[in-house]
């Protein structure tokens, strides 16, 4: 079965510090891997995508992840948070075959202590 | 730039009652969906349409009902309103599977 599993429903860093936010998958087949942002009372949106070319992947406002086949992971990072970062972060995955699906983790609330 | 809107943002029901909620695009795209949005449980996929005419169960169907005539709308509908529908409703759509899905607003549905 696909799922999806983001560790840590709520992670805090200090201004300036850096952001990990993690993201483990499983597969039986090939992933497309997406990490959106969602601020407050908005809907989502996109900051990375992996979808088989390099297999470090950048986004933007400065985050980039990583494709690990090997650990079945995709992780968020940021070397340095703002404090505009605040937000929650979700991981989603789709498959190279079947209908378009998106499956999302249940998602990770950054907070940026000042 | 409309991009996929979603029409009420905010609304009330009484158990029992029905409602539709309104998703449209403007880009063209052969797929769309819908998620709810519960705190702790991410988004999880509620129907989905693949083109005009053709759709498709999610992991959450049951309580809604979904329709496809044409490219640009997808609407969702609640036959009989349940408190356990509470939720805020997603409408995304999508070119293909490795681009990224555009979400609309979301619409916040309160079920008393």
């Known amino acids: 079965a696909q799922s999806v599993t983001q560790l840590g429903s709520h992670v805090s860093v200090s201004e300036g510090a850096l952001v990990l936010l993690r993201c483990n998958y499983s597969?039986?087949?090939?992933?497309?891997l997406f990490w959106y942002v969602q601020y407050p009372n908005q809907g989502l949106q996109l900051l990375l995508k992996y979808t088989s070319a390099a297999t470090l992947v950048k986004g933007i406002n400065g985050f980039e992840a990583e494709f690990k086949k090997s650990e079945t992971s995709f992780h968020l990072t940021k070397p340095s948070a703002h404090m505009s970062d605040a937000a929650e972060y979700f991981c989603a995955v789709s498959f190279q075959t079947g209908a378009n699906n998106l499956f999302f983790g249940t998602g990770t609330r950054l907070t940026v202590i000042p | 730039n409309a991009g996929v809107t979603q029409t009420p943002k905010f609304q009330v029901l009484k158990t029992g009652q029905s409602m539709t909620l309104q998703c449209a695009q403007d880009?063209?795209?052969?797929?769309m969906s819908w998620y709810r949005q519960d705190p702790g449980m991410g988004l999880r996929l509620i129907h989905y349409s693949v083109g005009a005419g053709i759709t498709d169960q999610g992991e959450v169907p049951n309580g809604y009902n979904v329709s496809r005539s044409t490219t640009e709308d997808f609407p969702l509908r609640l036959l009989s309103a349940a408190p356990s529908q509470t939720s805020v409703y997603f409408c995304a759509s999508t070119l293909d599977r490795n681009t990224e899905a555009f979400f609309g607003q979301g619409t916040r549905l309160t079920v008393v």
């Open positions: 597969s039986s087949v090939p992933p497309y």
């Open positions: 880009m063209n795209h052969e797929y």
